[in-house]
């Protein structure tokens, strides 16, 4: 996949320090040839974010809520002033109250719902929505992150799990919407990952220990496998893929039951 991104400008959002799935993306994207823009939320993680940005050449950085219309519109303002035009968005945003990833789902608050919904699935579609005019010219690539949990049940995974069933469901939506314009829009489903968000999901280390004894290739995901799917979807060589959710998890999610030696 050696430049196969040459030429080709993109908005990574949702990186949080170098062990982010989101940098893993955007290191994969840089080795291939990309340019690329970064967004961020507050001064925090902006003073986080700025180092890696400048490791690959970028000065682009934007400060988003994606909950708040006017800095989403902002971000994309300043984003089209110095590209008129991008070829690929990275979606990487997600978002529950950690108190509420233990314990049990029927005690899911109302307020927490809504919010892990607006941030997790919605703030895709409002991204999407920005994003188009700067792809409808040329066609892009659309691509988000989400998670099994989606559709079987994890233990801890709780609220999110149903905002990721949400998340594939508009992936799905989108690449219909904006297939006729040349957007293609995917999502990247890994398996557990040693994250910020994902040390934030309850038993985070038996799910890894877990998965890492019992995937088929015996192995979780690496940030650099999910960053070359990354790169697959987004060059030329994925211009036929649309609308799916592609499983980087060493294979864990065509399992029935744990291996024969763990159960």
């Given at each position: 996949m050696s430049?196969?991104?040459?030429?080709?400008r993109g908005l990574i959002m949702g990186v949080a320090n170098d062990r982010s799935i989101a940098w893993g993306i955007a290191s994969a994207m840089h080795k291939a040839g990309a340019e690329l823009a970064f967004s961020y939320q507050g001064e925090a993680f902006g003073k986080r974010v700025q180092p890696l940005a400048e490791?690959?050449?970028?000065?682009?950085?934007?400060?988003?809520?994606?909950?708040?219309?006017?800095s989403l519109d902002a971000a994309f303002s300043t984003l089209a002033d110095t590209w008129p035009t991008i070829d690929f968005v990275v979606h990487a945003i997600a978002y529950s109250d950690k108190s509420e990833l233990t314990g049990r789902f029927i005690n899911t608050s109302r307020?927490?719902?809504?919010?892990?919904?607006?941030?997790?699935a919605y703030s895709f579609i409002d991204v999407a929505r920005r994003a188009y005019p700067m792809m409808q010219q040329n066609g892009g690539t659309?691509?988000?992150?989400?998670?099994?949990?989606?559709?079987k049940v994890?233990?801890?995974y709780n609220v999110m799990g149903v905002a990721k069933a949400a998340l594939e469901s508009a992936t799905r939506y989108l690449a219909n919407d904006l297939g006729p314009d040349g957007i293609r829009v995917n999502a990247i489903s890994p398996g557990p990952m040693k994250t910020l968000a994902g040390a934030?999901?309850?038993g985070a280390r038996k799910t890894y220990k877990h998965t890492d004894l019992n995937a088929p290739l015996r192995a979780n995901a690496t940030l650099d496998a999910i960053g070359g799917?990354?790169?697959?979807?987004?060059?030329?060589?994925?211009?036929?893929?649309?609308?799916?959710?592609?499983?980087?998890?060493g294979g864990y999610h065509v399992l029935g039951m744990p291996q024969a030696e763990n159960l």
């Open positions: 430049n196969s991104m040459q030429g080709k490791s690959v050449g970028s000065n682009l950085l934007l400060d988003v809520d994606v909950t708040d219309d006017a307020s927490n719902f809504k919010h892990s919904l607006e941030i997790s659309l691509l988000t992150l989400t998670y099994q949990g989606s559709n994890v233990p801890n934030a999901i309850g799917t990354a790169v697959y979807l987004a060059s030329d060589a994925g211009a036929c893929t649309s609308g799916e959710v592609i499983h980087v998890d």
